[in-house]
């Protein structure tokens, strides 16, 4: 079968499923997949470089907001 987020195997009830994927390089860009939605991803054109970050509600899983921090200009 398949599970949220390409996950080998279901998460229990009252959790939250996610994968958050680095990247290669500048081969493979970065992604973030939360309850089997892509927050972040180099498709959506919402990366950058250094720090990918998802801010979500815990209760109620809603995306509150998504940001890059470039860790490598300083």
């Not at 498709?43 to 470039?70: E, H, P, W």
């Amino acid at each position: 079968p398949r599970h949220k987020c390409g996950n080998q195997k279901s998460c229990p009830q009252n959790y939250f499923a996610f994968k958050i994927i680095s990247g290669a390089a500048n081969v493979v860009g970065p992604s973030i997949c939360f309850e089997d939605l892509v927050l972040m991803s180099s498709v959506k054109n919402n990366i950058g470089r250094g720090l990918n970050i998802a801010l979500v509600n815990g209760t109620t899983g809603q995306l509150l907001k998504t940001d890059a921090f470039d860790m490598y200009s300083g």
